[in-house]
């Protein structure tokens, strides 16, 4: 894959589980095997801006179930282990030989399962707000503020600038940096017969998505985890991501933990330059 073909999204495809087709994105670079994972609701292009930054590494990211340019079947039952089998079928489609695992949100809880799906896959983790909670009573779908928001998303616009100036215009999309928020658009949406563009992440997966995120079980598995793991968190305004990371380090025998109190829930997508700086510091002699 040249440089052209990274720029532009273009991406190889591999089965996962459930008929799911991984589409895989080559972010370029130079030296071991990285793969990024993104959160819920984006998608692997969102990491283009930070790539650069990602000095010293070959960086992979794949679209996971559900979002991107991956392709599901009508009928899949969507399961967070099932994000995780994305990740191990794109490790096993490119080849990559003990990657370190960077994650965001739903991603980090995608590296941290497949992980523990697979031991030994990763040489080590960096993840921004992992999506892994203590055991808790669930939330009803009709009382989570998340579900709520997803099912309200507006799914479509005329075309792609006017969908940039929306979420420019307002949080939480508002929080990211131009180019990220740029790249979200220009990829994650698809072009419809009806020459308006229709997100790929389509609101009802995504409040799905979310229905799902506190029930996988890995909180109780973290201390299977043998490995170095970063456990990054933004400002602890309310419970919630930000407010579990120190409890997520803790079961976690080799972890520490890096705090960002001016940053958010997007604090990657936010600051890409700064935590990839942070990232190839926490990553530095791993390989």
Not at 63 to 75: E, F, M, Q, V, W
Not at 227 to 250: E, F, K, N, Q
Request: aromatic share 6%.
């Amino acid at each position: 894959m040249g440089d052209e073909d990274r720029l532009t999204g273009a991406a190889t495809r591999a089965p996962s589980t459930d008929g799911v087709e991984v589409a895989i994105h080559d972010l370029g670079g130079d030296g071991p095997p990285m793969l990024l994972a993104h959160a819920t609701g984006f998608h692997a292009m969102v990491w283009a801006p930070m790539a650069p930054h990602l000095t010293g590494w070959h960086r992979i990211a794949p679209d996971l179930r559900c979002h991107g340019d991956t392709s599901i079947p009508d009928d899949l039952v969507l399961s967070w282990w099932g994000v995780a089998e994305d990740v191990l079928a794109t490790i096993d489609a490119v080849g990559l030989d003990r990657p370190v695992g960077v994650g965001h949100s739903m991603g980090g809880a995608a590296v941290i399962l497949a992980e523990l799906l697979r031991p030994g896959t990763f040489a080590a983790l960096w993840l921004y707000e992992p999506i892994v909670f203590p055991p808790h009573p669930p939330v009803p779908a009709d009382q989570n503020p998340m579900v709520l928001a997803a099912r309200k998303r507006r799914p479509w616009f005329p075309d792609r600038d006017e969908a940039y100036a929306n979420y420019a215009a307002k949080p939480p999309l508002s929080e990211l940096s131009p180019a990220c928020l740029r790249a979200y658009v220009d990829h994650g949406f698809a072009d419809a017969d009806d020459d308006t563009v229709v997100l790929k992440c389509l609101p009802e997966r995504e409040a799905q998505n979310y229905e799902l995120g506190g029930h996988h079980g890995g909180f109780a598995r973290l201390g299977e985890l043998a490995l170095p793991v970063t456990v990054a968190h933004g400002r602890v305004d309310h419970p919630g991501p930000a407010s579990i990371a120190p409890a997520i380090a803790a079961e976690i025998a080799d972890a520490h933990v890096r705090s960002y109190d001016d940053l958010a829930h997007f604090g990657p997508l936010a600051d890409p330059a700064r935590i990839a700086a942070d990232i190839v510091t926490d990553l530095a002699g791993i390989r």
